[in-house]
């Protein structure tokens, strides 16, 4: 599989790292509940990471929460581990690591450009199917843009084309006639600006993650996930854990699952530099089918990129001090212990 790589002595006293994250925890912040009542599993992942970072790989740590104080923040650190994948504005996804490039601090995940065609959902439709990937049939409408049924039938499923976490999903936004998905459409619409039309595709989900090793991609094993929600799709809730029904799951041996895996290493291949990611698909009784890339998933050892990553031996310790050594080799230098000039 993959021998996680490890931060030497030097790299580890050079390290002046600022952690961002909308629940960053100060060193004296109490561990907060597993499930917090208004956002569920984010702020117990987001002090588990720091405190990783801070207690138990030993590294100089300053952590924030508040976006508003960047760039300013960037000053005497050398290193930014963000987890801001969802901010109140507009296209936040790219937001640090552009402002990261603009000052010459590395950043955590991938340069801001290949963030993007990540957090756009139509573009990475696109793209997978350039390099021959099956995906759900699909069609963008934003402002401007007559709402026509599209030329596939429904089911279909209405989401955000931009953003992380399901956010804008709930139990309404698929429905088997086109004429219900509509108002869904328009609703996004007033909302968000531009949404996503497709055909809702299989029964459940399957999650290949993606670490970099030193000849390129390697995939972890893979997880299963359902749900009972209608045709099976997550929720922004559920997937916070706010809401029941979601269930994990480790397929062995399956005959369905190697061409999968291989979909997922040939768009690893085919969309670098980054960190590390995670390539999402569908599955029924035609196939398979692309959905999405995340550069910015959660690894925390209650998430499932840790948890496959534990399958082969991989601590969650581990699996952060390996994304640390290969963001610093993709952007310091391989075995570099000091920043390179910018």
Known sequence: MIAPKRLDDKRRAALKILYLAPHAPSP?????????????????????????????????????????????????????FSLYNIAPFRNSEIYVSALAAR?????????????????????????????GLPTPAGKPFGPGVPLQRPDFDGPYIAKPRFGAASTGIDAESAHEEFDAVAERVAALGASIDECLVEQVFGDFDVTVPILVGENGPVALPAATQTCDSPYGL?????????????????????????????????????????????CDFRVGPEGHAFLEFNLACSIGSAMAFAQCAGRVGISSEALVEHILATSLDRQWGQGASEPLPT
């Open 234 to 278: 997550f929720t922004h809730r559920q997937k916070r854990r706010l809401a029941p029904g979601l269930v994990r799951d480790f397929p062995g041996d399956e005959p369905w699952l190697p061409p999968i895996v291989e979909d997922a290493l040939r768009f690893a291949r085919a969309v670098g530099p980054y960190d590390y990611l995670r």
């Open 103 to 131: 000052a010459g601090i590395a950043c955590m995940g991938a340069p801001a450009n290949i963030r993007a065609l990540a957090e756009d959902k139509w573009l990475t439709k696109l793209a997978a199917q350039a390099v």
């Open 28 to 80: 004296d912040t109490p561990k907060p509940p597993a499930i917090h009542p208004d956002f569920g599993v984010q702020p117990a992942y987001q002090y588990e990471i720091c405190d990783v970072l801070r207690n138990g790989l030993g590294l100089d740590v300053v952590s924030l929460s508040d976006l508003s104080a960047v760039p300013q923040a960037f000053e005497g650190r050398n290193y930014v």
